[in-house]
């Protein structure tokens, strides 16, 4: 109904290597930038870097 979505669905996933994602939105036309964000990790049991995955 609307104009094209400015926000989008995104994956970030851990730094570490551990292969878990979390799925986000965010708004592309605020932040056109990679988010980085440092979220827990259940498979490594403790809180890591998540950055955007493109």
Do not use: C, Q, W
Not at 19 to 36: A, C, F, I, Q, W
Request: proline fraction near 4%; glycine fraction near 8%.
């Amino acid at each position: 109904m609307a104009g094209k979505d400015a926000r989008g669905t995104i994956k970030m996933r851990s730094t570490e290597g551990s292969g878990h994602v979390y799925m986000t939105n965010k708004s592309r036309r605020n932040t056109p930038d990679r988010l980085e964000l440092r979220k827990y990790d259940p498979v490594l049991r403790r809180h890591v870097i998540f950055r955007e995955e493109r």
